[in-house]
């Protein structure tokens, strides 16, 4: 079974490209740096092998079968598995060389992380980092499909290595001149009747920022909704609203962060595509988990 897994796993590689790209056979070539007809004979090739249909055809456009899709889902974790292991055996020669796909939330893309990274790359000049930077649902669908070996995510993700590297607190981070500016520490509920600046609803702190309020007995008033958390900082220093952050070492001029009664935390998660990684992820996400002890 492990033989003819591994005969076939281009062909399956095929496959996931092409479900990740909607059937758009250019694009999933691309991805995987080969031909257009290398995908198609790879593609014809997985049919011939499992003798069911695969992919069907409307002129150009190519879709995949519902066989096609289950199948894709279901073979993403054994690939990754498979290319670690390869990657681990190939890489033992050269253990400082290697290239590890690395994903951070928008939201953490000043300070920390890009310090640690730096630090990191300055020790192992010879790893090459490929960085992604989105929501942090994205980076967890990236991580399941193979694209990128680890990823900093908020919360860590269910059904996927991990570990808690880290927890936030969050503040509320008012004007200066807001009247609860000077208070040591202030109940959330006092902030119900003031305008609220936040992610959007998609944004893990968007959705725990609702509930914590929803848990008071009021909505918070949105006013204005924003992906980084350096202008939301800016505009409430403006006097634009109020609004609920982790803690910063920088805070914006004109702000001020008042601690909150009760527990607000949020955790972050380091994950990985596979709980078997390559040499050069392994030296990255133990660098990581070391510095953030």
Known sequence: ?????????????????????????????????????SMSRRVHALEQT???????????TVRLTPAARRLADAVRAP?????????????????????????F????????????????NRAHPGIHLQLKQAHGAELVDDLRRGELDLALTIPPPDGLPHTV??????????PATHRLAASSRIDLAELSGDRFIANPRTYNLRRMTEAWCQALGFDPQVGVEITEFSTIREF????????LLPVTDDP???????????????????????ARLAPAARRLSDFIVQRSG
Do not use: C, K, N
Not at 105 to 120: C, E
Not at 165 to 174: D, G, H, P, R
Not at 236 to 243: C, D, E
């Open 79 to 103: 690939l990754a598995e498979l290319e670690a292991a390869v990657a681990a055996v190939t890489d033992d020669a050269d253990p400082e060389h290697g290239t590890v796909r690395f994903g």
């Open 50 to 60: 499992l003798r069911i249909p695969l992919i069907s055809r409307d002129g150009r």
């Open 1 to 37: 079974m492990d033989q003819w897994m591994t005969a076939i796993a281009p062909q399956l590689r095929a496959l996931t490209a092409l479900a990740d790209h909607e059937g758009f056979m250019t694009g999933a070539a691309g991805a995987l740096g080969i031909p257009q007809s």
């Open 165 to 174: 590297i880290a927890t936030q607190e969050v503040q509320a981070t008012v």
């Open 105 to 120: 939330p928008l939201t953490m893309g000043h300070g920390t992380v890009p310090d640690l990274l730096a630090d990191f």
């Open 236 to 243: 409430v220093g403006l006097g634009l609203g109020v609004a």
């Open 252 to 274: 914006a001029d004109g702000t001020v962060q008042v601690p909150l009664s009760g527990e607000h935390r949020r955790a972050v998660g380091l994950a990985s595509a596979t």
